[in-house]
C-alpha cells in the first residue's frame, strides 16, 4: 500500500526574507504577540459542537514574564477543564515524549534568554511552553486538535514576524547569521513536526480553514495515527542541535548588547540639558476634563485622522495641564513611544526649537531601529547637531528616523506633545526665528506619515492659525467666558473642592472639612468662566494668607473669567499700602523678569537691580501666587505678564513698560561691568596655557564671573537697543569703550562667546550709529573689527589679547591710540605690521558645509548665501544677524541664488535641477519650483526689469522663465558642447552671456533666444564665471586655466590681457558698480580686485578663507565685497580698507623657481612662475628696473653672467633667453631648439657660452653671441634634465636627471666623461661643482645631499641627510667649505662640506616648498626662493638677527620656531602669535631681507612678558592706575 500523499503545509514555512518583514513594537523594549488558547478554551471545546473561538493577543514586554490568557469564545465557561487519562494509542505516547522534550527546551532556553536579556526569544518561549503545556493537559480530548493546530499556527507565524520586526531585526541584524538563523530553524523544525502530525492524520489545509471537521472524524483520523518512532527521534536530533546554535549565539547577543550600550555615550549627546527651574506643568485634577482626554486618546489610535492634534484656547484655559495629563495617560515612555516638551517664555533662550528636536530624538531612540540609526550617524557625524539650520536638524533627527519605523502599528506608534508653542520665542513672539523655525518644522510633520502623531496646545495666534489653515489638524477648543460649557463648569468645581480641602487640612480648628461649601466654589467656577488658571491662581491667593479673609478677595472680583480683576487683588492683597520704594522694587523686579533674556536667580535679579536681596525676596513672597520663585524666577501664567504690560489695565499703577525695563537692565549692565571688569579676571597664572589647558576651569570662572556680570556681558546692548540714550548711559558706554573693552574680551574669550561679541558690538555701532554720537563711532567701529581680526586667537587665550592681539593691531585705529600705551611690556613692531584693519569686516558663520554662492540685495542691506547643505540664508549685512530663517525646500546644494531688483524676491538654482523663487520677507517658498532642467543648476539671475530668470544647467542649456507664471520664456538656449557654469543679463535685458565647461564664452538674444555673434574662444579651460560691465561693453570670464579674460561685446575680441596670479581655478568674478574694477575668487583660498584699465592686481590679496572662494560679488556701492567659501563661511571684505599695508617690496606673482646673485653681490634675479624675471638691489631691497617680460611659460631657471651684464632665463616655453641687465631688454633672439621644458640655465667661467638641460633629456651648449647651438646636443640620460652647472675652468658640464643619476660631460668633446655617478635612490633634482672644481653636490627626491669625487666618481663622504622631504637646490658655498640645500620641507640649511655635519639649526621662515638656494659672492649670505613667491636673504655669518633691537631677548627669538602661528621658544613654549597675512612676512633669525608680496614686519623683544610673568605686561601703568 503505497502511502499517503502529504498536504502541501507551506503556508507555515514562508520564504526567507532578507529583508524581514516590519510591525513596529512599544518601547522602551520589543514587545511580542503571541496568539495563544487558553486551557479553558481548549477543554470546553470537547463538547461534540463546532465551536467558533477568536484567539486573543498576549502581550509579553521586558516588564514582567508573566502570561495571561484570554479566551474570547462566546460560549466558554469558566469551569476548569476535565482531565482525561492519557490515550491508549502508541503515536499518543511518542508525541507526548516529543512534547515533553520540546517543553524542556523551550523552558532551558527561556530562561537562558533571561538571564541575557533577550526579550523576544524569552517571550516567544514562554508562549510555546504555554501551547504545550495546553496540549498535554488535553491530550486525551482528541477534539481539541483542530484548535490547538490554530492556534501553535498562529503562533509560529506570529514568532516569525515579530523576529523581522523592526528593531528586533535591526537588533540581530549583527549576528544575523549566528542569531536569527538558528531560532528560524527551531522554527522550521516545530513547523515540519506538526505538519507531519497533521499529515499522518489526514488533515488537510482546507479542512482547517473551512472548519469541515466534526469531532468524530478528527478523533477517527488521529485515532489512526501512526507517527513513526524514527521521525520523532530525527526531530528531536534536529532540536538538541537548534539548542546548540541557539546557547552559541546567545554569547554573541551579549557582545551586541554590550555595543549597544556604547550608544548611550554617543546618544547622550542629544540630551537637552533642561534648566533646573523647569518642570512639567500640574496634571488636570483626577475625574476632570475626561471629554477631552478621551477624545485625544481616540484620536491618538486612529489612523484615519490627521496626525497633528491643536488643542487651542484662551490664556489660562488649562492647556498646559490637559497636555500634560495626556503624557501620563497615552503612556508616553512608559507604555508607548514618545516625547513632550513644554516651552515657556521666560525660559525662551534655553527652551528652542532645536532643543525640542533634540528631546523628541533622544526620547524616540528608546526604539531600538531608531536608536541604531541615530547612533550610527552621529558616530559617522553625519548629523551637525551645532547647526543653526533648523530644517536640517529635524530632517536628520526626527524626519529620518521616523521613515526607518513607517509600518509601525498605530496602537504603538510615536506620539509627541508640544505644549505652549505660542510661547516658543519669547517677548518677540511671531517675530522671533526660533518660532518661525518651530512653524517650519510642524508643517514638515504634517507631512509624515498618519501614524506618526503629534499634539500641540497654544493660543489661537495669527501664525499659527496661518500654519494650520494649511495643515488641516484636528482641532479641539477650549471653551471659555461665556461659551463655557456645563463640562468644563464642572472640571473647576472638582478642582477647587480637591484644594480647598487642602487649604482646610491646615486648618482643622477653624475649618469645616467640606469648607467653603458647595455653593461659594459653584459661584467660584462661575467666575473662573472656563480659565483653570483663574481657579488656580484664586487657590494660590487663598492660600497666601488668612483663608477666609482671602477668600473674600477672590470672590470680590467682577465679571466671568476676570484674570484682570483677579490680578488686581493678588496684588492689593499681598501690597495693600505699599511705599513708593516697594512699588519701584516691584516695578523693577517684575520688568526685569519679563525682559530678561534668560531666565534669573533671586539674587543675580537683586545684583542687577542694585536692590537688596531681602527687598527683592519681598517682592517674590507678595507674588507667590503668580510667581514661582524657588530656583530661577518666572510667572506661572503668561497672562500676568500680559496683564502687566496693558497700560489700561486696572492696575496701571502697576503697569509695567518695556522701554523703562530695558533702559533700566541696560543701565545697571553698564553699571555692574564698570564696577566688576578686571584685568586678568580669570586670574590665569601663565601665557603659556590655554583657555582649554587651563585646570578646573569651570570651577574657577563661577567664582571669578558673578551671574550677573555674566549676564551683563552677554546682553548689555541688547537691552541697549531699545532704549534712547541718556547722559549717565552715554557716561557709562563712553566708560566702557575707552577703559574696559579689553577687560570684556576677557570674559568674553573665557566663556567662549567670541562670535557673539562681534554681534555685540555691531549691535552697539548700530545704536550709536542711528543716535548721531560720532565721538563714541570711531572707536566703536574698531572694536568689532578687533575681534574679528583676531577671532581664531581670542578664544583660545586670554593673556594674548595683551601679548598677542593688542601688539599687533592696526597702528593707525583708535584701539591702538586708546589702549596701546597701557600694556607697554609686549613686543613692539618696529617695521611694517598692520597700517590699516584687514579688509575682512565681518565673517557670517551658520552653513553646515561650503558655501557655493553669494549675492547682495539691490540696497545693500542684505547678504544671500547658498550652500551645500541645501539651504539659502539672508544675512543682515551690518550686524551679520541672520535675517528671517534659513530658505529651505532644495533637495540639494543650493548652487546659485539672486535678488531681484526690487529685493522681494530670491531666486536660487539647485543641484536637484530646480529653480525656486522665495519671498523675502516672509522666507517662504513663492509658487511652484521650475523643473525643466534635466540637470543640476549651476547659475541663476534675474532680468534688469525683474520680470524673467536666467538660468545655466549641467543639461549644457539656458533657459529663461517667466516670474509671475513661473513657465518657460521660448526655446531653451542650446549650443554649448559642455555644461553651463555661469550666466548673466546684460544691463539693458536684451542679452545673456554664459560661460561653459567647453571654454567658451557666448552671447544670446534674449528675444530670438539665438546666438549672437560667434563664441568668444581664448580659454584653456572651463569657464567658471562670467559677468557683464555696467555699461554692458565687456564682459569678464574666469577660467580654471588660471587667468582672467575681458572681452569686448561687440567685436568678440579679448581686451588687453589675461589677468593671472592666482594659484588656482578662477571660481568666480564680478565687476565694481562703476566698471573700473574686477572681483575674483580662486581655489587658493584668496579674493584679489583687479584694475580693469591696466590688468594689474589692485591691492593685496584678501585672505582669510580656509577653503576654496566659490562666489564673490561687490556691494550696490562699491565699497564692500562679499565672499562664499568651502570653508562654510561668508566673509564680507571692506574695498579700501584691503588695500593695505605696511613696506611691501612686491615681488612676484607666482612662486619664485630660481635666484642668484650678481658676482659682485650687489643683486639678485629671481625667475618665476609668473613668467617674469626681475633684478633687487641687496642694499634697499628694491627692485631694479621693470620685471624682465618675454617668456611664454613659467621661469625654470636663472643665472648671472661672470660679468654681471647680462642674465640667462630657461622657460617651459621650451626658449633660453637673454636680458641685459642695465637696459631690461632681451639680448638677441630667443635660443630655440629644446623641445620640452627648459629645467636648468649656466653661464660658462668666461660668459662665452650657456648650458641648457631640458625635459627633452638633452643638455645643450649656446654660443652667447651668437644665439647658435654649440655643437650636438649631449644624450644620455633617460629621464629629464633637471639641472647643469659648468666647472670652475669651463671644461666639464654636470647634469642631473630624473634617472636618477649625475652625468658629467666633456665641454669640448661632448661626450660623457667617465661613468654616471650612481647612488641616489630619487630623482636628481640639482647639482653644482665646488670652487676648486674637484667636487660636485647633488641633491634628490631622496631627501638627501651627496658629495662626489670628480675624478674617481665616487660618493665623497656619507650622504648629508636631515631635510623631512625632497631636496630641491644645492649650491656650494664660494669658499667651499659650505653647502646650501633647500627643501620641500620648507627649509634651508647649512652643511659643512669637509665633515657633512649639518651647520647650524635649520633657516625656516618660508610657507613653501624652498625651489632654489645660492650663496652670495663672499659666502656671508644665503639667497633662497619659494613657492610661497618669496625671496628670502639669510646672514648665515652672525647669529644675532641683523638690523634688529632685539637686545637681550634676541637669544628668545633665534631659539623660536613657528607653528600654527604659534612662534614658540625653545621648549615650544608659546611666546606669542601672529596673524597669517603677517607670518609670511615676519623676520625670522638670520634673515635680512625680504622679497615678496607681503608685509614685512620686524620686531623688537626687549620688553616682551611672557609665562608667569605675563601680568606685568601693564608696567608702570598698572601702578599709576591703581
Not at 132 to 158: G, M, P, Y
Not at 1365 to 1391: C, E, H, K, L
Request: hydrophobic share 35%; aromatic share 8%.
Amino acid at each position: 500500500m503505497e502511502p499517503k500523499p502529504k498536504p502541501n503545509w507551506k503556508f507555515w514555512k514562508k520564504k526567507k526574507s532578507s529583508k524581514p518583514s516590519t510591525s513596529a513594537l512599544p518601547t522602551p523594549a520589543p514587545t511580542l504577540v503571541v496568539a495563544a488558547t487558553s486551557a479553558t478554551a481548549i477543554a470546553a471545546s470537547a463538547a461534540p459542537v463546532e465551536t467558533n473561538s477568536t484567539i486573543s493577543p498576549v502581550i509579553l514586554d521586558n516588564q514582567t514574564t508573566q502570561h495571561t490568557l484570554v479566551s474570547t469564545e462566546a460560549n466558554s465557561t469558566s469551569n476548569p477543564p476535565e482531565r482525561h487519562a492519557p490515550p491508549s494509542h502508541p503515536h499518543v505516547s511518542k508525541t507526548e515524549a516529543w512534547l515533553s522534550r520540546a517543553t524542556l527546551f523551550l523552558t532551558f532556553t527561556k530562561s537562558v534568554a533571561e538571564g541575557v536579556g533577550l526579550t523576544p526569544l524569552k517571550a516567544a518561549c514562554e508562549g510555546v511552553v504555554t501551547l504545550l503545556e495546553a496540549v498535554q493537559t488535553v491530550q486525551d480530548n482528541r477534539s481539541a486538535w483542530n484548535e490547538l493546530v490554530l492556534a501553535i499556527k498562529a503562533h509560529l507565524n506570529t514568532f516569525k514576524r515579530q523576529l523581522g520586526q523592526v528593531g528586533i531585526s535591526d537588533i540581530l541584524e549583527e549576528v544575523e547569521s549566528s542569531l536569527r538563523d538558528p531560532i528560524e530553524e527551531y522554527f522550521n523544525d516545530v513547523t515540519d513536526l506538526l505538519a507531519n502530525i497533521l499529515a499522518e492524520s489526514g488533515i488537510t489545509e482546507a479542512d482547517i480553514k473551512t472548519n469541515k471537521l466534526t469531532i468524530s472524524i478528527l478523533v477517527q483520523r488521529i485515532g489512526t495515527t501512526k507517527l513513526e518512532a524514527g521521525v520523532i527521534n530525527d526531530y528531536r536530533l534536529r532540536l538538541q542541535t537548534a539548542q546548540s546554535k541557539i546557547m552559541q549565539s546567545l554569547l554573541l547577543y551579549i557582545a551586541s548588547s554590550v555595543g549597544n550600550s556604547k550608544d548611550d555615550a554617543v546618544l547622550a549627546k542629544l540630551q537637552f540639558t533642561k534648566p533646573s527651574n523647569i518642570s512639567r506643568p500640574r496634571e488636570c485634577v483626577k475625574g476632570t476634563r475626561t471629554d477631552i482626554l478621551s477624545e485625544c486618546k481616540e484620536w491618538s489610535v486612529n489612523e484615519d485622522t490627521p496626525n497633528i492634534l491643536w488643542i487651542k484656547g484662551h490664556p489660562g484655559g488649562g492647556k498646559s495641564a490637559i497636555a500634560s495629563s495626556l503624557v501620563n495617560e497615552l503612556g508616553i515612555k512608559k507604555k508607548r513611544l514618545g516625547s513632550s516638551f513644554f516651552f515657556q517664555r521666560q525660559n525662551a533662550t534655553t527652551m528652542t526649537t532645536p532643543a525640542l528636536w533634540r528631546t523628541v530624538a533622544y526620547d524616540l531612540a528608546r526604539h531600538p531601529t531608531i536608536r541604531k540609526t541615530l547612533a550610527t550617524r552621529m558616530k559617522k557625524e553625519e548629523i551637525d547637531l551645532e547647526t543653526p539650520n533648523i530644517d536640517v536638524l529635524f530632517q536628520q533627527l526626527i524626519q529620518d528616523s521616523l521613515t526607518k519605523v513607517e509600518d509601525i502599528p498605530i496602537e504603538q506608534s510615536p506620539i509627541v506633545v508640544i505644549d505652549a508653542l505660542d510661547e516658543c520665542g519669547g517677548l518677540e513672539g511671531q517675530r522671533a526665528k526660533d518660532r518661525k523655525d518651530l512653524i517650519r518644522t510642524l508643517d514638515s510633520w504634517s507631512q509624515l506619515p498618519r501614524n506618526f502623531k503629534l499634539i500641540v496646545t497654544s493660543r489661537e495666534e495669527s501664525d499659527i492659525t496661518r500654519l494650520f489653515s494649511r495643515t488641516q489638524p484636528h482641532t479641539i477648543e477650549l471653551s471659555t467666558g461665556e461659551k463655557t460649557d456645563a463640562q468644563s463648569k464642572e472640571d473647576i468645581q472638582s478642582f477647587l473642592r480637591i484644594e480647598f480641602q487642602t487649604i482646610a487640612e491646615r486648618y482643622p480648628e477653624s475649618l469645616s472639612a467640606d469648607w467653603p461649601g458647595s455653593k461659594i466654589i459653584e459661584d467660584l467656577a462661575v467666575k473662573a468662566g472656563g480659565l483653570f488658571i483663574w481657579a488656580s491662581t484664586a487657590i494660590k491667593l487663598v492660600e497666601a494668607g488668612e483663608p477666609e479673609e482671602q477668600l473674600k478677595q477672590a470672590l470680590s472680583g467682577k465679571g466671568t473669567g476676570d484674570m484682570n480683576g483677579l490680578y488686581v487683588q493678588v496684588i492689593n492683597t499681598s501690597f495693600p499700602s505699599p511705599s513708593v520704594q516697594v512699588v519701584q522694587n516691584l516695578l523693577s523686579v517684575v520688568g526685569t523678569v519679563i525682559v530678561a533674556k534668560e531666565p534669573l536667580r533671586l539674587s543675580a535679579v537683586a545684583q542687577l537691580l542694585s536692590i537688596a536681596k531681602s527687598a527683592a525676596e519681598h517682592i517674590c513672597t507678595g507674588l507667590q501666587s503668580v510667581m514661582e520663585s524657588r530656583e530661577e524666577l518666572r510667572f506661572r501664567h503668561q497672562s500676568f505678564v500680559d496683564f502687566l504690560l496693558d497700560p489700561g489695565s486696572d492696575a496701571s499703577n502697576f503697569s509695567i513698560s518695556l522701554g523703562k525695563a530695558h533702559e533700566a537692565l541696560a543701565s545697571r549692565c553698564l553699571k555692574i561691568m564698570r564696577d566688576e571688569l578686571r584685568f586678568n579676571i580669570g586670574n590665569i597664572e601663565s601665557s603659556y596655557t590655554l583657555n582649554d589647558e587651563i585646570p578646573g576651569l569651570e570651577s574657577r570662572l563661577e567664582k571669578c564671573i558673578s551671574p550677573h556680570l555674566l549676564y551683563a556681558s552677554r546682553f548689555w546692548t541688547t537691552h541697549l537697543e531699545e532704549v534712547s540714550p541718556s547722559p549717565e548711559v552715554l557716561e557709562d558706554v563712553r566708560y566702557f569703550l575707552r577703559n574696559q573693552f579689553l577687560f570684556w574680551l576677557e570674559v568674553i574669550s573665557l566663556h567662549q562667546l567670541v562670535n557673539g561679541g562681534v554681534v555685540i558690538l555691531l549691535v552697539l555701532l548700530k545704536w550709536l550709529k542711528r543716535r548721531g554720537l560720532e565721538d563714541l563711532i570711531a572707536l566703536a567701529s574698531d572694536m568689532p573689527k578687533f575681534i574679528t581680526h583676531f577671532n581664531t586667537l581670542i578664544p583660545q587665550s586670554v593673556p594674548h589679547i595683551y601679548l598677542s592681539a593688542l601688539p599687533f593691531v592696526s597702528e593707525e585705529s583708535w584701539i591702538a591710540k586708546e589702549y596701546g600705551h597701557r600694556y607697554p611690556n609686549t613686543v613692539k613692531i618696529e617695521q611694517g605690521g598692520d597700517r590699516k584693519w584687514s579688509g575682512s569686516l565681518n565673517i557670517l558663520s551658520g552653513h553646515s558645509e561650503g558655501v557655493l554662492s553669494v549675492a547682495w540685495s539691490t540696497d545693500g542691506r542684505r547678504v544671500l548665501s547658498g550652500s551645500y547643505d541645501n539651504t539659502v540664508r539672508m544675512w543682515d549685512a551690518e550686524t551679520g544677524q541672520q535675517h528671517v530663517s534659513s530658505l529651505e525646500g532644495h533637495d540639494s546644494r543650493v548652487r546659485a541664488m539672486a535678488f531681484s531688483p526690487d529685493g522681494r524676491w530670491v531666486v536660487s538654482g539647485s543641484s536637484d535641477k530646480t529653480l525656486r523663487i522665495w519671498d523675502v520677507e516672509t522666507g517662504q517658498q513663492y509658487g511652484s519650483s521650475l523643473e525643466d532642467h534635466h540637470g543640476q543648476v549651476q547659475s541663476v539671475a534675474f532680468s534688469p526689469d525683474g520680470r524673467r530668470i536666467v538660468s545655466g544647467s549641467f543639461d549644457k542649456t539656458v533657459r529663461i522663465w517667466d516670474v509671475e507664471t513661473g513657465q518657460q520664456h521660448g526655446p531653451s538656449l542650446v549650443g554649448h558642447d559642455g555644461w553651463v557654469q555661469s550666466v548673466a543679463f546684460s544691463p539693458d535685458g536684451r542679452r545673456i552671456v554664459s560661460g561653459s565647461s567647453d571654454n567658451t564664452v557666448r552671447i544670446w538674444d534674449v528675444e530670438t533666444g539665438r546666438q549672437h555673434g560667434p563664441s568668444f574662444k581664448g580659454h584653456d579651460g572651463w569657464v567658471q564665471s562670467v559677468a557683464f560691465s555696467p555699461d554692458g561693453r565687456r564682459i569678464v570670464s574666469g577660467s580654471s586655466d588660471h587667468t582672467v579674460r575681458i572681452w569686448d561685446v561687440e567685436t568678440g575680441r579679448q581686451h588687453g590681457p589675461s589677468l593671472e596670479g592666482h594659484n588656482g581655478w578662477f571660481q568666480s568674478v564680478a565687476f565694481s558698480p562703476d566698471g573700473r574694477r574686477i572681483v575674483s575668487g580662486s581655489e587658493d583660498k584668496t579674493v584679489w580686485i583687479w584694475d580693469v584699465e591696466t590688468g594689474k592686481k589692485h591691492g593685496p590679496s584678501l585672505e582669510g578663507h580656509n577653503g576654496w572662494v566659490q562666489s564673490v560679488v561687490f556691494s550696490p556701492d562699491g565699497q564692500r565685497i562679499v565672499s562664499g567659501s568651502e570653508d562654510k563661511t561668508v566673509r564680507i571684505w571692506d574695498v579700501e580698507a584691503g588695500q593695505q599695508h605696511g613696506p611691501s617690496l612686491g615681488g612676484h606673482d607666482g612662486l619664485v623657481s630660481s635666484v642668484a646673485f650678481s658676482p659682485d653681490g650687489r643683486r639678485i634675479v629671481s625667475g618665476s612662475y609668473d613668467k617674469t624675471v626681475q633684478i633687487w638691489d641687496l642694499k634697499t631691497g628694491q627692485q631694479h628696473g621693470p620685471s624682465l617680460e618675454g617668456h611664454d611659460g613659467w621661469v625654470q631657471s636663472i643665472a648671472f653672467s661672470p660679468d654681471g651684464r647680462r642674465i640667462v632665463s630657461g622657460s617651459s616655453d621650451k626658449t633660453v633667453r637673454i636680458w641685459d641687465v642695465e637696459t631690461g631688454q632681451q639680448h638677441g633672439p630667443s635660443l630655440e631648439g629644446h623641445n620640452d621644458l627648459v629645467q636648468s640655465v649656466a653661464f660658462s667661467p668666461d660668459g662665452r657660452r650657456i648650458v641648457s638641460g631640458s625635459s627633452d633629456h638633452t643638455v645643450r651648449i649656446w654660443n652667447v653671441e651668437t644665439g647658435r647651438q654649440h655643437g650636438l646636443s649631449l644624450e644620455g640620460h633617460d629621464g629629464l634634465i633637471s639641472s647643469v652647472a659648468f666647472s670652475p675652468d669651463g671644461r666639464w658640464i654636470v647634469s642631473g636627471s630624473y634617472d636618477k643619476t649625475v652625468q658629467i660631460w666633456d665641454v669640448e668633446a661632448g661626450r660623457q666623461h667617465g661613468s654616471s655617478l650612481e647612488g641616489h635612490d630619487g630623482w636628481v633634482q640639482s647639482v653644482a661643482f665646488s670652487t676648486d672644481g674637484r667636487r660636485i653636490v647633488s641633491g634628490s627626491y631622496d631627501k638627501t645631499v651627496r658629495i662626489w669625487d670628480v675624478e674617481t666618481g665616487r660618493q665623497h663622504g656619507p650622504s648629508l641627510e636631515g631635510h623631512d622631504g625632497w631636496v630641491q637646490s644645492v649650491a656650494f658655498s664660494p669658499d667651499g667649505r659650505r653647502i646650501v640645500s633647500g627643501s620641500y620641507d620648507n627649509t634651508v640649511r647649512i652643511w659643512d662640506a669637509e665633515t657633512g655635519r649639518q651647520h647650524g639649526s635649520s633657516l625656516e621662515g618660508h610657507n613653501g616648498c624652498v625651489q632654489s638656494v645660492a650663496f652670495s659672492p663672499d659666502s656671508r649670505r644665503i639667497a633662497s626662493a619659494s613657492d610661497d613667491k618669496t625671496v628670502r636673504i639669510w646672514d648665515v655669518q652672525h647669529a644675532p638677527l641683523l638690523e634688529m633691537s632685539f637686545n637681550k631677548a634676541s637669544s628668545l627669538l633665534n631659539a623660536s620656531r613657528m607653528t600654527d602661528g604659534w612662534i614658540r621658544g625653545a621648549n615650544s613654549e608659546r611666546l606669542f602669535w601672529v596673524a597669517p597675512h603677517l607670518q609670511m612676512g615676519l623676520f625670522p633669525p638670520f634673515q635680512t631681507l625680504f622679497i615678496g608680496q607681503y608685509i614685512q614686519t620686524r620686531l623688537d623683544m626687549s620688553k616682551f612678558v611672557h609665562g608667569a610673568a605675563w601680568t606685568q605686561v601693564r608696567g608702570d601703568w598698572a601702578e599709576a592706575s591703581a
